[in-house]
């Protein structure tokens, strides 16, 4: 007797990719529409300027959805208390602290997560999710959120104002290509300065994600941390499901 449940689940994660397209091409009208209204014709004729903008149009109808749903794991790897991909109950290894980087940052989404995790904030109360976090020492002093779609960094940074942390929060507005290069914007984030870097769901939109992993490790400071939350490559379900994600992964990295 199948165990249906698992099977709805895996259904419903197998449909998940196509559905994610489907809104995206959903939103090219209200993409054309705002390009038009801000009177921005060069991007709405440019093939990867139309795309950034629509993705930031998407992004911020689909993200706060994703946000939810990924709360459940994404707070208790920043308490540091995940380990072999599992939730515990008690802090396993070092919380987010000190200067911290969150790569791909969209525009601003997991902000209030962040404020909470920053020095002298209030503390927090049990219901919150965030037990722990001043016993065990972790908070942030300092952040960098890199982001390279103008749209979205122009969010990320009302964002940050709107959650009162614009004061240790500094919008990167360049690829991680350029985070250290002071002619690509205001700013360079050296090697080896970095406590903690974040990343939450953004390897699959970043190119070249192996010389970009590499470039990332580099800026971390030795015994640095990496909190990692991403799709990954499926390991369970045989060859039907691998070869399943490889043809949804051709059309996936084609959409706009
Ligand atoms: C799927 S979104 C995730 C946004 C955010 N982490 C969240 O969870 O709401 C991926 C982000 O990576 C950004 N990105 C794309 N190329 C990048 C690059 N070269 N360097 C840094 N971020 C990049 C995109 O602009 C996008 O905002």
Redesign the pocket.
């Known amino acids: 007797m199948p165990d249906w449940a698992t099977v709805k689940d895996v259904l419903v994660h197998l449909i998940d990719p196509w559905a994610f397209m489907s809104i995206s091409f959903a939103h090219i009208p209200a993409t054309v529409v705002g390009l038009i209204h801000d009177k921005k014709y060069r991007t709405l004729f440019s093939f990867s300027g139309f795309r950034?903008a629509l993705?930031?149009t998407f992004?911020a109808t689909v993200?706060p959805n994703?946000?939810t749903n990924?709360e459940q794991r994404v707070i208790p790897l920043l308490q540091g208390r995940v380990k072999g991909g599992v939730v515990h109950d008690d802090v396993l290894s070092s919380p987010i602290h000190g200067t911290v980087l969150?790569?791909?940052?969209?525009?601003?989404?997991?902000a209030d997560v962040f404020a909470r995790f920053r020095e002298n904030a209030d503390d927090t109360d049990a219901a919150d999710g965030l037990r722990n976090r001043k016993s065990t020492g972790g908070h942030i002093t300092k952040m960098y959120g890199?982001?390279?779609?103008p749209i979205?960094a122009k969010a990320l940074q009302q964002r940050v104002k709107d959650i009162g942390i614009d004061d240790i929060y500094q919008v990167v507005p360049?690829?991680?290509?350029s985070v250290d290069d002071s002619t690509a914007w205001d700013g360079k984030i050296e090697p080896g300065s970095i406590d903690c870097i974040v990343?939450?769901?953004?390897l699959?939109?970043?190119?070249e994600p192996e010389k970009?992993i590499k470039l990332l490790y580099r800026l971390l400071k030795p015994g640095g941390h990496w909190y990692v939350y991403e799709h990954v490559k499926v390991w369970r379900g045989g060859l039907l499901l691998g070869l399943y994600q490889r043809k949804s992964r051709l059309s996936w990295s084609r959409c706009p």
Do not use: D, R
């Open positions: 950034e993705f930031g992004w993200g994703v946000k990924a969150e790569v791909g940052a969209g525009s601003g989404m997991w890199v982001e390279p779609n979205s360049v690829g991680i290509e990343g939450i769901l953004c699959c939109s970043i190119p970009n």
